[in-house]
């Protein structure tokens, strides 16, 4: 059974420094990635899907690396400004067959940026 | 706007009273899904359905029941509802299975007393 482990579980930093989260899954056999961000109180925010066949995404501050190989994958997240703060969440999209049909969720890391 | 909705937004109930949480898309999806959020445990899916009158259980579907009559609407049911039914509830939606960026609904919060 996949099992999606995220490091650390919780992050304080200064504003403006860059940051890594990451993310490790157990079963390479995945559709895709998705990084999410979850605001206290409010739904989950999709804020990049890696397919498999890709290495990468980017948007904005944010770039999403997806290793399928080793079952990893990394959100970096540039000059982290307060509003950043948030639980971010990773989830993988297994292929069918293996058990599981919707996204399997990592647990998240709770990040604090201090202003 | 394209959204995922979710009725209603907080919920307290006592056990054994039925309840139903709404959860509507209006982006034409054919895959919907319900998730539960405990902490401790992350998000895990209840219920998924693949279009219309086609559901099918997910990780944790004891105690819920769900129909797909209209391709935008999946309600939730909780027929006797338990305090182990006590969580954060999700709705989400694609347009397919597989490869296709999920989108969440604002999520319900249920008490059961």
């Known amino acids: 059974k996949q099992e999606v482990t995220q490091i650390p579980a919780a992050l304080s930093v200064p504003e403006g420094e860059n940051l890594v989260l990451n993310c490790s899954f157990t079963?390479?056999?995945?559709?895709?990635l998705q990084w999410f961000r979850q605001d206290p109180g409010k739904g989950l925010t999709s804020l990049l899907l890696?397919?498999?066949?890709?290495r990468e995404q980017t948007s904005g501050r944010l770039n999403a690396s997806l290793d399928k190989s080793s079952g990893r994958s990394t959100l970096y997240i540039a000059a982290s400004q307060p509003g950043d703060s948030a639980t971010y969440l990773c989830a993988v999209s297994e292929v069918p067959g293996g058990g599981a049909d919707g996204l399997t969720f990592g647990k998240g890391t709770h990040l604090i940026i201090q202003p | 706007e394209a959204q995922v909705t979710q009725n209603p937004r907080y919920l307290i109930t006592v056990t054994g009273k039925k309840l139903t949480v709404t959860c509507s898309q209006n982006?034409?999806?054919?895959?919907m899904s319900w998730y539960r959020q405990d902490p401790g445990l992350g998000l895990r899916q209840i219920y998924y359905s693949m279009n219309v009158e086609v559901t099918d259980k997910g990780d944790v579907p004891e105690g819920y029941k769900v129909s797909r009559k209209e391709k935008r609407n999946f309600p939730l049911i909780l027929e006797s509802p338990s305090p182990n039914q006590t969580s954060l509830y999700f709705c989400?939606?694609?347009?397919?299975?597989?490869?296709?960026?999920?989108?969440f609904g604002p999520g319900t919060r249920l008490t059961v007393l």
């Open positions: 890696i397919q498999s066949s890709q």
């Open positions: 989400a939606s694609s347009f397919g299975r597989l490869g296709d960026e999920q989108f």
């Open positions: 982006m034409n999806h054919e895959y």
């Open positions: 079963d390479s056999a995945i559709y895709n």
